[in-house]
């Protein structure tokens, strides 16, 4: 009951965490503020991708969300390693 009692606890610490916001870097849509035009077609909540080469020299891509004022939010950034075209 002990255990039970005390992963309970761990688990609602760490649901109280959030993960470091992602810092737009030179190459990112929102580098240096959001951008002039708005997406007015795209539904809120949308999802989307830009590729673009990191700080490193590196391939990354970053997903963006459109917020519900029509502004974007830089949700993550990954590094591609190996981008094969035919799916390998």
Request: hydrophobic share 35%; net charge positive; glycine share 8%.
């Amino acid at each position: 009951m002990r255990n039970v009692a005390s992963t309970i606890l761990m688990m609602m610490a760490l649901a109280g965490c959030s993960a470091p916001a992602v810092e737009p870097i030179p190459g990112s849509i929102t580098y240096g503020g959001q951008p002039q035009t708005k997406l007015t077609k795209a539904p809120v909540g949308s999802t989307f991708t830009k590729r673009l080469i990191d700080q490193n020299g590196r391939r990354a891509e970053e997903t963006y969300r459109v917020q519900p004022d029509r502004s974007l939010k830089l949700i993550s950034r990954r590094s591609i390693e190996f981008d094969f075209p035919d799916g390998r």
